[in-house]
């Protein structure tokens, strides 16, 4: 290695990518989907590491509930810091906040690289130069305990309840 030219080390070193989920447990199979795609396409991924020093950060946001939506937006803001210190490269948000209020985060908070809605993982890995390889399409990078792991039974809702806002973010089921 001594020998080699800096810049030819460079190209042998896996990115570095880390995926934040905030919210309930379909943002983490969601989470899980996109670490083993960005996994398949040579990147070393991370889930919730407090780590630094990463080419890009996947903030998986939840939209539901005022609180949810401010946790959201609060770590979106810590990493926009982190960018702004050197600290990460690119920065990506992606999730029902994302889904539903895309156009006022991107007025609010232009400092994102890029914002994604729920149903967006093609152009996710596309983001980073990886084919989206559909033979893994329901394959996961598991990060919990290995004694469970969460599944998706559905997706979005029918029904149009006034106090409700899924329908809005996942659409129809």
Do not use: W
């Not at 934040?20 to 969601?30: A, E, H, R």
């Not at 996994?39 to 020093?53: I, R």
């Not at 539903?100 to 152009?123: C, H, N, S, W």
Request: overall charge negative; glycine content about 6%; charged content about 30%.
């Amino acid at each position: 290695l001594d020998q080699l030219p800096l810049k030819n080390f460079e190209k042998m070193a896996k990115k570095r990518v880390n995926v934040v989920t905030m919210g309930y447990s379909k943002n983490l199979v969601d989470s899980e989907v996109l670490l083993n795609q960005l996994e398949k396409g040579k990147f070393e991924v991370m889930h919730d590491s407090n780590d630094l020093d990463f080419d890009a950060v996947f903030v998986n946001t939840c939209g539901f509930i005022h609180d949810a939506k401010q946790e959201s937006v609060d770590m979106i803001l810590d990493y926009v810091e982190a960018k702004k210190r050197g600290d990460i490269g690119k920065l990506y948000v992606m999730g029902c906040l994302s889904e539903r209020y895309q156009k006022d985060l991107i007025t609010e908070i232009p400092e994102v690289d890029r914002y994604f809605g729920k149903f967006d993982l093609i152009a996710m890995v596309d983001e980073l130069k990886v084919t989206y390889q559909t033979e893994y399409i329901y394959e996961r990078k598991i990060t919990t305990p290995s004694h469970f792991a969460y599944l998706k039974i559905s997706e979005g809702c029918d029904l149009s309840c006034s106090f409700c806002a899924i329908p809005q973010m996942t659409g129809r089921q």
